[in-house]
């Protein structure tokens, strides 16, 4: 069974611009969250999806926010990029909410300029 | 405020030694645990788990111990092999919080032949 992909691996925007992440969950996952990882603050958790709805979400500003689409794949956006945004973005499904073992992607590397 | 705290960035152990991982937490709700380990250029890949219902757990070559009492939890490697050599997250959440995982900053553990 194929793992958690995540398109694209890296990406380089500058400062204003807006990303778009893709996330594609372990088939028959239907749970997705994003986490984003910085040497600075770790691995913090950004938000949950299940159903095509959010479900929790971290202590992000509005600029962060994420879909679900009806086969549980997942898309994040940061809109108005800043300098602090660059970090591995990291993507987790497993198999519905909750208490379940959360398995990772690759992630994706920001980098903004 | 850092909830879950791992206060060793490093540690070196000799193959075939034991390695002991620790983390401590601050929050009282936490009530699951896992244990992550990361590769470089890699998502992080779970390793085990424990319910706060439990002291131990055990699977293959790594078991986990929590103390409820102290907050504190440790994962322990026997025999340790190179190949072990990782980045170690510790990671909480709280019953109501469905997937949201908080993490440590990791411990990157090397493992000498």
């Known amino acids: 069974k194929a793992g958690v992909t995540q398109t694209p691996r890296y990406l380089i925007k500058t400062r204003g611009q807006q990303v778009t992440l893709s996330c594609s969950p372990i088939?028959?996952?239907?749970?997705v969250s994003w986490y984003q990882q910085t040497p600075g603050q770790g691995l913090q958790f950004l938000f949950e999806?299940?159903?095509?709805?959010?479900?929790n979400k971290g202590n992000f500003p509005g600029r962060f926010s994420g879909r679900q689409f009806s086969n549980s794949r997942s898309e994040m956006n940061v809109s108005t990029l800043e300098l602090g945004d660059s970090a591995l973005y990291l993507c987790?499904?497993?198999?519905?909410?909750?208490?379940?073992?959360?398995?990772f992607g690759p992630g994706t590397r920001l980098l903004v300029l | 405020d850092q909830q879950v705290k791992q206060n060793s960035p490093s540690l070196s152990v000799q193959e075939g030694r034991i390695s002991i991982l620790n983390c401590d937490y601050t929050?009282?709700?936490?009530?699951?645990f896992l244990w992550y380990k990361k590769y470089p250029a890699e998502g992080p890949t779970f390793l085990i788990s424990?319910?706060?219902?439990?002291d131990k757990n055990e699977d293959g070559r790594f078991t986990v111990f929590l103390n409820k009492s102290a907050k504190h939890l440790s994962l322990h490697i026997v025999p340790s092999q190179p190949g072990d050599s990782a980045v170690y997250f510790c990671?909480?959440?709280?019953?109501?919080?469905?997937?949201?995982?908080?993490f440590g900053q990791g411990t990157e553990l090397s493992v000498k032949p």
């Open positions: 987790a499904s497993s198999l519905k909410q909750g208490r379940e073992t959360q398995y």
């Open positions: 088939s028959g996952h239907r749970s």
């Open positions: 999806y299940f159903s095509e709805t959010q479900r």
């Open positions: 929050n009282s709700m936490f009530d699951y």
């Open positions: 424990i319910s706060s219902i439990k």
């Open positions: 990671a909480a959440s709280e019953y109501n919080q469905g997937g949201k995982l908080i």
